[in-house]
């Protein structure tokens, strides 16, 4: 079989699952009992390990069979979940991903994984009898109900549901009253490819036979399809247990019905059947020769079917993958749509024709309808990138003998695809820095009086045309004296300055570029490790990032993000009869200036604005625009444009306006144009460039 | 067709370019365009023209005149864009005419004549010659690189 062609979706997936198995351990890690989340992790983890073992990446599929042996263990309470053994499921899947990541980066997949195995073997055997015992740990509680009922034949099931007082009394209540209490197994083929149907049908043929009392897994999951292929139904009806056994399996796809009669000495005690009243022995053979109308075979399919659970059991996902490139493509056509019909308006414009108008002007506002949709399918939710943290942050704290809550708001938040892939190590770095920095140790919040768990919050919002993401600590806070002390000794700041800085331009003087070496990470009490790499990564995004901090109390790192690379507001100016385009994040404010209020300072031409003393660049002389003749009406039109806390004003003939415009590469040909960061296309069909206000200053 | 046809044979674009005709193989051709506005782009070589719309997509135009020394002509009804793609770039060459596309026989293809222009020689990857025509076929690696 040509299996490179699945490959990348092989990735993908298994990418997927192999998220889903670290989040629903660290749901697993808060509720230790919840033995739901460890059937999710293992049906992730067996549909990773039957997709590795079709791609014949046996190493992967080898460990992915053993962690899925422990989870199995647990998920049929043979072992209890604990640290120990959570830490070991984590390093598999932290050794799983280094596998698909390998074969993503072109690897066979193949990872030194001896230690680990050790481990999750000595997990397994480490359990008393039971789990040595047991042949199949998959074996299906059917399977041992069926050599239940044909060995002791006498002795009342035991109850594969457990009951709550009021469902206890229900079911006593209902046996008073004539009614027969029914605990009913039923198994779905391993094939069923509808299960919520046949669910739906079972219980209606339940509801109009009586009334149900409870299920598992709950209702609610049998419509999702959140079970393998067996569940369990507590009933009450006054119709004879095999009756309903042959009613149930008229539905088709249904395997198997099992219809135990629940006795009400059940809940009194077990021992206490011999004295059951004579009325109430007569129905039990009818249990007991009950209910399997199956085959031999057939508890052994189910205990297969349990086993090979697989991929039907996922809510089935209403997204298409499709090639980043493909949108591009998309984009581009849109946009060569969207220059015709502005000539196709101006036409209309020309002819007045009645129908042509009000076709051209319905066509607009489809575009425009289009044009969002073209746009918002680059959007990816920001969880793609958060959902790392939570793991990363369990480890670091265990490192790091601290006690830390990593809460995540805003997850749903959607960001442009490139900007996602690009703000991953930023976020990395700052949530490292928060952990490691911020959040004190046990000991040292206990005696500030804070509580020994630390809180980091990671949210994300948006608000106008940007994406905001905060991580918000609660820890140490930055110490103004030693930053400032620090940058002093570095020469970033020089005194004068520090006397007139505002507490967020000192915390902010962490991310100067020249601030943090390796040695100040343990001597300075804040931050500081290479996050002048954060900044310049998030600039570059088109962001910026700004840091709030109370000294003890906590910081604030916040990152504004545009909502998109690909689409950036600018201000479009003219010089000659060339079109340029300044992005407006650089953009402080337009004006116009008179001849007479250039000062020549040295051989820079500079303005007063506002008090400031503000370089001119004429933005004719670095491009060289070739003039027709000499234009001098006495006035300047000056855009101020700033980068960090400089300021600069550029000289053009004429401002043309604020526009949305597509960001285009120049392509592979032309590359590192001075001060030019990229083309667009207007809406004329003509290419404008776009001025890199930052390549300008020095 | 078969292999063997194939192998012979080279299927190239022919234009004309001051009073010489030039080829280029057919697979590194995009597309043939007219003449449309093209954005100067500030401080690049004198040969790069600029960049135009191609569909959506910014393209680079190289003015071969230019990039091969010769006399620079006005722009005429007959001046087309060849689209060239090589590797990942996508470049335009601005040409006085697109005149024919040709099936050369490989053994016409011959070394380029010492006496020929000197200065275009670095571009030249061989001259086909065929009846009373002589093809000069690019070396687009060279043409697309800068001078050094």
């Known amino acids: ?76 309470s043979k072992i209890k979940v604990n640290a120990e053994i959570l830490d070991v499921v984590f390093e598999s899947v932290d050794h799983l991903e280094e596998m698909v990541f390998d074969i993503a980066d072109g690897g066979d997949g193949k990872h030194d994984v001896q230690a680990t195995v050790e481990k999750l073997k000595r997990i397994e055997a480490g ?28 002795e009342a099931p035991e109850l594969k549901l457990s009951y709550d007082d009021f469902e206890k009394t229900v079911i006593l209540q209902s046996s008073e009253q004539e009614f027969n209490a029914y605990e009913i197994t039923v198994a779905l083929r391993e094939d069923c490819l509808l299960k919520a149907a046949r669910v739906f049908m079972v219980f209606e043929i339940l509801e109009k036979n009586g009334d149900v009392i409870k299920s598992t897994p709950t209702v609610d999951k049998l419509e999702e399809e959140q079970f393998d292929s067996v569940f369990h139904v507590a009933f009450i009806s006054k119709e004879p247990a095999e009756d309903l056994q042959k009613m149930l399996m008229k539905v088709s796809e249904v395997d198997r019905v099992v219809v135990n009669k629940i006795e009400r000495d059940v809940f009194v005690t077990k021992t206490a059947a011999i004295e059951v009243p004579a009325e109430e022995v007569q129905p039990q053979p009818a249990i007991q020769e009950t209910v399997t109308a199956v085959s031999e075979e057939q508890p052994k399919k189910a205990a297969s079917a349990k086993n090979n659970n697989s991929k039907s059991g996922h809510a089935s996902s209403k997204t298409i993958r499709v090639n980043i490139e493909r949108l591009d493509i998309l984009m581009n056509l849109f946009e060569e749509l969207a220059i015709d019909r502005g000539r196709l ?119 106008g045309n940007y994406v905001f993401i905060e991580i918000e600590d609660d820890g140490a806070g930055i110490n103004r004296d030693k930053v400032l002390a620090k940058a002093l000794s570095k020469g970033i700041v020089t ?19 020249g601030f943090s070496t390796a040695d100040v990470i343990s001597d300075v009490s804040g931050r500081g490790v290479g996050l002048d790499v954060v900044k310049t990564t998030i600039e570059s995004l088109g962001g910026n990032i700004s840091i709030e901090s109370t000294q003890n109390v906590g910081s604030v790192f916040s ?34 200036i008179r001849h007479s209020d250039i000062l020549n300072a040295h051989n820079q031409k ?93 | 067709m078969t292999n063997a046809t194939e192998q ?93 596309v040709l099936d050369i026989d490989a053994s016409s293809i011959g070394q380029q004549p010492e006496v020929v222009g000197s200065l275009e020689e670095d571009f030249i990857a061989g001259v086909a010659k065929l009846e009373n025509r002589l093809l000069i076929l690019l070396h687009l690696d060279k043409v697309l690189n800068p001078i050094d």
Not at chain 1, 495 to 513: F, G, P, R, V, W
Not at chain 1, 565 to 591: F, N
Not at chain 1, 665 to 684: D, E, K, M
Not at chain 2, 71 to 80: F, H, K, L
């Open chain 1, 495 to 513: 005194h004068e300055q520090s006397l007139t800085m505002t507490d967020k331009q000192i915390n902010e003087l962490i991310m100067a570029s």
């Open chain 1, 127 to 154: 359990e008393p009898a039971t789990a040595a015992s047991e042949p199949m740990p998959g074996q299906e509680v059917a399977a041992a109900m069926v050599v239940n009922e044909s060995e002791q034949p006498a």
């Open chain 1, 345 to 463: 308006l101006s036409i209309a414009g020309d002819v007045n024709h009645g129908e042509l108008n009000e076709t051209v002007e319905r066509m607009s506002r489809t575009m425009g309808d289009l044009q969002n949709i073209v746009l918002t399918m680059r959007m990816v939710p920001v969880d793609t990138v958060f959902n790392r943290f939570p793991k990363m942050v369990r480890q670091l704290s265990r490192d790091l003998n601290k006690k830390i809550e990593l809460k995540i708001v805003g997850a749903e938040t959607e960001l442009d695809r490139t900007v996602i892939d690009e703000i991953g190590d930023p976020l990395v770095h700052l949530i490292r820095n928060s952990v490691d920095h911020g959040i004190e140790s046990p000991e040292v919040r206990r005696a500030k009086g804070k509580p020994e768990e630390g809180t980091v919050e990671l949210r994300a919002y948006h608000s």
């Open chain 1, 606 to 698: 500079v303005i007063d604005f506002r008090g400031k003393v503000v370089p001119l660049v004429f933005l004719e002389e670095i491009f060289e625009v070739p003039r027709a003749e000499q234009k001098n009406d006495g006035f300047h039109s000056v855009v101020i444009v700033r980068k960090g806390d400089k300021l600069a004003g550029l000289v053009v003939d004429s401002f043309i306006g604020q526009q949305e415009i597509v960001l285009k590469s120049l392509g592979n040909y032309l590359t590192n144009i001075f001060a030019i960061s990229g083309a667009t296309i207007l809406g004329n069909g003509k290419v404008a460039l776009i001025v890199d206000c930052n390549a300008l200053m020095k």
């Open chain 1, 1 to 76: 079989m040509e299996l490179n062609q699945y490959l990348e979706m092989f990735i993908e997936e298994s990418k997927e699952h192999l998220q889903a198995c670290s989040e629903h351990l660290l749901e697993l890690e808060k509720n230790p009992e919840d033995l739901t989340i460890v059937g999710e992790i293992f049906r992730s983890a067996h549909t990773l390990k039957g997709m590795a073992a079709t791609m014949g990446f046996e190493d992967l599929a080898d460990l992915t069979h053993k962690m899925e042996n422990i989870l199995d263990a647990i998920r049929n």
């Open chain 1, 559 to 592: 990152i504004q993000l545009p909502l998109t690379l690909s689409i950036i507001s600018v201000m479009l100016v003219e010089i000659e009869q060339e079109i340029y385009a300044i992005p407006l994040s650089s953009i402080i404010e337009t004006s116009i």
């Open chain 2, 8 to 100: 012979k044979n080279l299927k190239v674009i022919v234009f004309q370019l001051a009073d010489k005709e030039y080829a280029i193989p057919v697979s590194h051709v995009k597309g043939i365009e007219k003449l449309m506005h093209i954005t100067r782009v500030p401080k690049t070589e004198r040969y790069v023209k600029g960049v135009i719309n191609l569909r959506g997509v910014v393209t680079p135009v190289i003015d071969l005149r230019e990039r091969f020394d010769l006399p620079v002509s006005g722009n005429e009804e007959t001046t087309r864009i060849i689209i060239i793609t090589l590797e990942t770039m996508e470049v335009g060459f601005i040409v006085d005419s697109a005149n024919d």
